[in-house]
């Protein structure tokens, strides 16, 4: 590492955590991997909905954890850039994580929505004629089973 890495910041600062925070960091991220993994590999609970609403509450936690003791990130780093930048990261995530979310539920539910019923048929496509099945072609005389 340089000495321009290690250079105090603009208040004399250095951003460097000691061994004591770094020893905190570790223990509380062992601690908090180690919880869900023990919720899930036990069974879990009753609900799996709830085990994995609190698997999900344990990783927020532990970024949170990581952003304070590793990445050292504050209310003061760098005049508050650092929070701001992090705020303006995450209003983007959930914009593009629900907009995805929401796409993908309207394509599920209005892309085919009669496409069960073409399924009930018996595979018909219209025409009177049904589409090739397994092991079948729609070449003539070529079988592609995979009795073969």
């Not at 000495?3 to 223990?27: K, L, N, W």
């Not at 609403?53 to 990130?73: E, G």
């Not at 085919?112 to 018909?124: L, R, S, T």
Request: aromatic share 6%; glycine share 10%.
């Amino acid at each position: 590492m340089t000495d321009a890495e290690h250079a105090p910041s603009a208040d004399g600062h250095i951003p460097h955590g000691d061994f004591r925070s770094y020893m905190t960091g570790f223990v509380l991220s062992v601690i908090l991997t180690a919880i869900p993994f023990i919720l899930v590999m036990s069974g879990g609970l009753e609900s799996r909905a709830l085990t994995a609403v609190i698997v999900l509450l344990f990783a927020v936690v532990q970024i949170v954890v990581h952003m304070i003791y590793f990445l050292h990130m504050d209310l003061q780093a760098e005049g508050g850039w650092n929070m701001t930048a992090l705020v303006f990261t995450l209003i983007v995530l959930v914009i593009c994580l629900a907009g995805t979310m929401w796409v993908m539920h309207h394509m599920d539910s209005n892309m085919m929505p009669d496409m069960m019923e073409v399924m009930d048929d018996g595979g018909m496509n219209g025409q009177g004629m049904s589409e090739p099945g397994l092991g079948e072609s729609d070449v003539p005389g070529q079988d592609m089973s995979p009795n073969k």
